[in-house]
T-cell receptor
Framework: DVVMTQSPLSLPVTLGQPASISCRSSQSLVHNDGNTYLDWFQQRPGQSPRRLIYKVSNRDSGVPDRFSGSGSGTDFTLKISRVEAEDVGVYYC?????????FGQGTKVEIK | EVQLVESGGGLVQPGGSLRLSCAASGFTFSKYAMSWVRQAPGKGLEWVSSFSGTTSNTYYADSVKGRFTISRDNSKNTLYLQMNSLRAEDTAVYYCAKEWQFDAFGQGTLVTVSS
């Protein structure tokens, strides 16, 4: 099974400063169809998860452009260019290339 | 607007059964794969099961294989999860999610397995 490893697991950030979360997979996430199914989700306190980024770098509708995704193969990154108070929560990467689906452990973003 | 509304959660004894439902609206349900994702208290997200939209293919996490059954009724726009032989470690909020890549989640329903 593919294992997803996120770092850091806790990320204190100053408002207005950038933040970066790493996600590494134990196997390549390039699918036979040529796509790389790596997604990022945000879960604010007390809320359901919400997808932010799909297929590595595509922002979902309504997601602010301060969120960006990048990477390839086994190494991926979610960046927030300038953290705002509403960005507090836990962020998960997930691979959708292989069965079983797998999430990372989650990275808790909090304001310093 | 996509809406997913889960129901059927509750308190059940170890070894018991429960059936969860997810009522979908705002999209053509039959065309999309649907999944269940769970979250134990204070823990991360765990994929549970998926059902293809265009075929009858189903997929399960090893932790639930043989105990849980995913199904769907396209005439009712509803996804189900039949959970048998429940264990304490199945205690979690269960979310239904749309599409293979989970582009929408419901609000979740809490399942508590305890004596």
């Amino acid at each position: 099974d593919v294992v997803m490893t996120q770092s850091p697991l806790s990320l204190p950030v100053t408002l207005g400063q950038p933040a970066s979360i790493s996600c590494r997979s134990s196997q390549s996430l390039v699918h036979n169809d040529g796509n790389t199914y790596l997604d990022w989700f945000q879960q604010r306190p007390g809320q359901s998860p919400r997808r932010l980024i799909y297929k590595v770098s595509n922002r979902d509708s309504g997601v602010p452009d301060r969120f960006s995704g990048s990477g390839s193969g086994t190494d991926f990154t979610l960046k927030i260019s300038r953290v705002e108070a509403e960005d507090v929560g836990v962020y998960y990467c997930m691979q959708g290339t292989h069965w079983p689906r797998a999430f990372g452990q989650g990275t808790k973003v909090e304001i310093k | 607007e996509v809406q997913l509304v889960e129901s059927g959660g509750g308190l059940v004894q170890p070894g018991g059964s429960l059936r969860l439902s997810c009522a979908a609206s705002g999209f053509t349900f039959s065309k999309y794969a649907m999944s269940w994702v769970r979250q134990a208290p204070g823990k991360g997200l765990e994929w549970v099961s998926s059902f293809s939209g265009t075929t009858s293919n189903t997929y399960y996490a090893d932790s639930v294989k043989g105990r849980f059954t995913i199904s769907r009724d396209n005439s009712k726009n509803t996804l189900y999860l039949q959970m048998n032989s429940l264990r304490a470690e199945d205690t979690a909020v269960y979310y239904c999610a749309k599409e293979w890549q989970f582009d929408a989640f419901g609000q979740g329903t809490l399942v508590t397995v305890s004596s």
